[in-house]
């Protein structure tokens, strides 16, 4: 089992910037294809974005291409989420996740999460 943890979160105003990180206890887990989902009050936690393990291939939900990266750092042990343009529709808790089955988008692919980190972004 890998640890997650989560930081990075805070309060922002509409159109501004944070990035996201998410650090590893292990280092196997770059061997692992890697995701952000997140988490809205009264919603179902959705997929946002992944990057493979070999980090050549990303995948976005519709709601933030263009403005949202997931990048990793294996040295150390990090996948972050850059999230520019920020919308208020994108305040949520945002959980990283590290993907062992094969469907990218489905939370059931994933076992090992982190505990969250909340971004409010305000209008």
């Known amino acids: 089992q890998v640890q997650l943890a989560e930081s990075g979160g805070g309060l922002v105003q509409a159109g501004g910037s944070l990035r996201l990180s998410c650090v590893a206890s292990?280092?196997?887990?770059?061997?692992?294809?890697m995701g952000w989902f997140r988490q809205a009050p009264g919603n179902d936690r959705e997929f946002v974005a992944h990057l493979s393990a070999s980090g050549d291939s990303t995948s976005y939900t519709n709601a933030v291409k263009g403005r949202f990266t997931i990048s990793r750092d294996s040295a150390k042990n990090t996948v972050y989420l850059q999230m520019n343009s920020l919308k208020a529709e994108d305040t949520a808790v945002y959980y990283c996740?590290?993907?062992?089955?094969?469907?990218?988008?489905?939370?059931?692919?994933?076992?090992?999460w982190g505990q969250g980190t909340q971004v409010t972004v305000s209008s």
């Open positions: 292990r280092s196997t887990f770059s061997a692992y294809g």
């Open positions: 996740a590290l993907r062992r089955g094969l469907n990218i988008e489905n939370q059931r692919s994933y076992v090992d």
